[in-house]
C-alpha cells in the first residue's frame, strides 16, 4: 500500500477502481431490526439481484437456519450460493466463517474445506484461539485457491496480522484485509478518525484493504474511504440507517447511496465481470 494512501487524500482519477461489498443480514439481526434483513435462501437471493443492479460487486455471504439464527452448514452455504449465481449471475460470493459465539475454530475450518469457496473471510481474532489450525486453514486456502480476506478490528489484531505474515502462518499471497470501524457488542458506532491510526499500523503489509463500519455513521465514514485507495463494505449487517439518521428502505439503497457518491466524485468503479 503506498505511504501517500495512509497520509494524504488522492484525487479521484489516481485511485484504483471502487470495489463495493454488500453484507446484507451478518450473524445477529433479524427481521426485528428490519423487515428487509435477508434471512431465507430465497430473500437471500432477491436482495442480492437487487444489490448487483444497485452496483454491489461482491455478496458478503451469512446464511440462517430455520430458526434465523447463524449458521456455517455447508449444505445451506451450497443452497444459498446457488440461488445467488441463478439470481445475481457475476456477483462474486465471499462467505463468512465467523464463529459469532458459536462455532469452534475446527468448525470454521471445515466449512471452508467442504465448500472450497471462491473467496472467504476470517476474523484474525478468532483464529488466534488456536494457531496450529490457522496455519492448517491459511495453507489449505492457499492450495485450494480460496482467496481470503482478514478481518481486523483493532491494532491488536492488526499486531496479530503482521506477527503471522512474519513468521508464516499468513502467506505473503494471502494479505487483503477489512478494517472493521465500530462494534455490535457493545454497541459501538465507528468513527473517521480511527482509520488513520489502523491504516499508519498496517503500514504497507496489505496489498488490498476494505472498510466496514457499524452504526449510523457508517455512510460518512466509507465517504472518507472514497477518495483513499480502500474499498468498503456496506449493508444492514453493520447498519439499517442513512447519514441523517433514517431508515435505509433495503441494501439496495445502501448499496446505491455509495455508488451514487463515487460516481459524483469521480471515483471509478470496478468493472463487473459479464456473464454471458
Known sequence: M???SITTLHQPADLPPLKVTVAPNGARKTKR??????????????????CLEAGAH??????????????????????????????????QIQITTEAAGVY????????????????????????????????RM??????????????LYD?????????????????????????????????????????????NSLDDDVSS???????????RVVRDVLRMNGHVRVGFENNLHKANGELLRDNAESVSLIVQHATSIGRPLLEKVQVS
Not at 508464516?168 to 465500530?182: N, Y
Open 2 to 4: 503506498p505511504k501517500d
Open 138 to 151: 491459511y495453507g489449505f486456502a492457499q492450495e485450494a485457491g480460496v482467496h481470503l480476506q482478514h478481518i
Open 209 to 219: 484493504w476494505t472498510v466496514c463500519a457499524f452504526g449510523p455513521t457508517e455512510q
Open 58 to 91: 461482491e455478496l458478503h455471504l451469512h446464511v440462517r437456519d430455520k430458526d434465523q439464527k447463524h449458521s456455517l452448514d455447508p449444505g445451506l452455504y451450497r443452497e444459498a450460493m446457488s440461488a445467488v449465481a441463478e439470481m445475481a449471475p457475476g456477483l
Open 155 to 199: 491494532a491488536e489484531d492488526i499486531h496479530q496480522f503482521k506477527a503471522w505474515l512474519a513468521n508464516g502462518v499468513i502467506l505473503p499471497t494471502q494479505r487483503d484485509v477489512l478494517l472493521v470501524l465500530g462494534s455490535y457488542e457493545p454497541p459501538k458506532d465507528a468513527q473517521p478518525f480511527t482509520l488513520r491510526g489502523l491504516l
Open 104 to 135: 469452534g475454530i475446527e468448525a470454521q475450518f471445515d466449512t471452508v474445506k467442504q465448500l472450497q469457496p471462491a473467496a472467504a473471510s476470517v476474523s484474525v481474532r478468532e483464529m488466534a484461539r488456536d494457531e496450529r489450525v490457522a496455519h
Open 33 to 50: 431490526d428490519h423487515p428487509k434483513v435477508p434471512v431465507t435462501v430465497e430473500e437471500i437471493a432477491a436482495t442480492s439481484a437487487a
